[in-house]
Each structure stands twice: as C-alpha cells, then as structure tokens.
C-alpha cells in the first residue's frame, strides 16, 4: 500500500469520526463541505457537472444531501473507495494525493480546537517533507523576508531567499506541523518562528487562515 492510499484511509476515518456539522480548518466549511470537496477532486463524471454549474455550487449541493447522519456516511463512503482508473487522480498516485490528504484529516481533526498531532510513520513523514521543499518556494514567493525550515531532528531546507535588506525566518517544528503552516494553517501547526519582529510578522500574516 502506497502512502496515499493510507492517508485515504485515515482521511476517510476522520471524517466518519466526526459529525456532518463540525467545523474544519477550511474557512466556511463544515465536516460535510470538506467531504463534498473530496468527492468532486476525484470523480470525473460528477466534476464535469460541477464545472458547468459551477464548483462552488456543486459543493454546497453535496454537503447539503449530507446534512443527516444517513447522507453524510454515504459521501464519505464515496469518498473512502478509491477513484475510478480513468480519473487522473487515480495513477497520480503520491504525488499529487499524500499532502492533500494528510492537510485534509488535519482540517478535520482539528477544526473545533487544539488536539494532539498523530505520530507520523517514518516513511510518511519523509514523503511529506520531500514534497513540502518542493512546493513552499511556490507558496512563499511575493514573501520580503527569507524562510528557512527546520525539521525537529535539525534537517533544514532554505526554501526562500530574502529580498533585499531584508533577513530571514526559521519555522521549526515536525514535518507535518511544517506542511501545516506552510499550507496556510499556521494557526493551527505547532510551529516556532524566529526572526526579526517585522519579517515574522509578514511570514505569520500570510500563513494564517482567516
């Protein structure tokens, strides 16, 4: 089994522990939206429809047929069995599934409030970190200030360059708390800033969710 395919798993179980209701990490969306959003990532044929009515409306139809206890276990249902082999996310395997799922179980687990992070396998963690490097030069790019990531067992990653005069900002904490933050969840990560006051305050307004 791939990691994806466990982060599925976990995803799926998050979700079934929680009620159509709870809230998320996903500003505006509850348990249901989020599970809503999932469906139509992966699905094609719903996808289409959606892209004609519009994705954002099609959501709120989803989540509206999964209010009860009864509609919202059959979307994550649909959601739990793997996609379709024509659907693209079905053979993109890892690549472009293990940070979305594991960003999404976090958005679930932790909507109402603090709660302990998981313990990361080894593997896991190493997959999300090697994806992390990759894609926070992407995210961190009109950033004045520097950012340096620092793991917990001290492997870093510069993965943004200062501006001109202008210094920069190590976040340290676990891989996944990492991908947190970088995802914009920093309000929700276990993260340690460090810097100059002005260029924290700028790392920390663009990673905040509202």
Known sequence: MTWHETERDWLAEALRAA???DPTLCAGWQARHLAAHLVLRERPAVAASAVRGGLAAATERLAAGASDAA?????VDRFAAPPPRWSPLAWAGDA???TEYFV???DVRRGAGTIEPRELPDGLRDALWSQLVRMAP???RRLGPG???VRDDDVRSAVHAPRAGRGSVVLRGDVGELVLAVSGRLQAADVRLDGAADDVAEVR???TGP
């Open 205 to 207: 307004e663009l990673l």
């Open 71 to 75: 509609g919202y276990s059959a979307l």
């Open 19 to 21: 009620d159509p209701h």
């Open 104 to 106: 999404h179980t976090e």
């Open 96 to 98: 472009v599934n293990v």
């Open 147 to 149: 950012v340096v990531l």
């Open 138 to 140: 992407l995210r961190l």
